[in-house]
């Protein structure tokens, strides 16, 4: 089992940037594919990006392709997500979520352990 603790939102003007943390528990991360989602209120959660266990493999939702970057570093057991140019639209509580079968998933049921996420707001 893992557990997972989103860090890094907040308050941004648009076209700011900001930097959300991932930090696993235990020492299997490096097996689990992870991803990051959103849920922005009365909207149902979304995939925004996802990467494979070792890192070599990205794949992004089309809203936020070319402005946000999804990286890992499984020495630290830590998962990113560097959001650049943020919009308004960007705004909603992102998770974090790891699924055991280490692969890129863009359904949110595929994946097995979910963070409590962190509040991103994007002012225009």
């Known amino acids: 089992q893992v557990q997972l603790v989103e860090s890094g939102g907040g308050l941004v003007q648009a076209g700011g940037s900001l930097r959300l943390s991932c930090a696993a528990s235990?020492?299997?991360?490096?097996?689990?594919?992870m991803g990051w989602f959103r849920q922005a209120p009365g909207k149902e959660r979304e995939f925004v990006a996802a990467?494979?266990?070792?890192?070599?493999?990205?794949y992004y939702a089309d809203s936020v392709k070319g402005r946000f970057t999804i990286s890992r570093d499984n020495a630290k057991n830590t998962m990113y997500l560097q959001m650049n140019s943020l919009k308004p639209e960007d705004t909603a509580v992102y998770y974090c979520?790891?699924?055991?079968?280490?692969?890129?998933?863009?359904?949110?049921?595929?994946?097995?352990?979910w963070g409590q996420g962190t509040q991103v707001t994007v002012s225009s």
């Open positions: 990467i494979n266990r070792n890192g070599g493999s990205t």
């Open positions: 979520a790891a699924s055991r079968t280490g692969w890129i998933k863009m359904d949110r049921h595929e994946y097995d352990y």
């Open positions: 235990g020492r299997t991360f490096s097996t689990y594919g």
